[in-house]
């Protein structure tokens, strides 16, 4: 848990003063790191990752970084904002996201 709020405060101060959820993440980081975290960055498709939602960000990507150091590189998300639940996570074509598609059917 250490780690991830390290990443958080990394996060934050990459991102300075925007909304965090407008952003997606590639995160470089060592091996061990990395399958800790991958376990927490399954994507359901529907339901957003337990890392996405400690994070706060649209999108979660990670990779093994070759220097073993740690790198946090955020861009915007291409996603639109869900109309229902806020996230930057809608669909194409629509205004909401998976999550709350299926909830209103």
Do not use: P, W
């Amino acid at each position: 848990m250490d780690a991830i709020l390290d990443i958080k405060r990394g996060v934050c101060a990459t991102a300075k003063n925007e909304n965090l959820k407008k952003f997606k993440l590639i995160l470089r980081v060592d091996s061990n790191l990395y399958e800790e975290l991958n376990k927490l960055n399954v994507n359901d498709g529907v339901n957003d990752s337990v890392l996405c939602e400690v994070l706060e960000l649209s999108d979660v990507s990670l990779e093994v970084s070759d220097s073993g150091k740690r790198e946090i590189m955020l861009s915007q998300t291409k996603r639109g904002q869900c109309m229902r639940c806020r996230k930057y996570n809608a669909i194409d074509n629509s205004d909401k996201c998976l999550r709350c598609e299926r909830v209103l059917v």
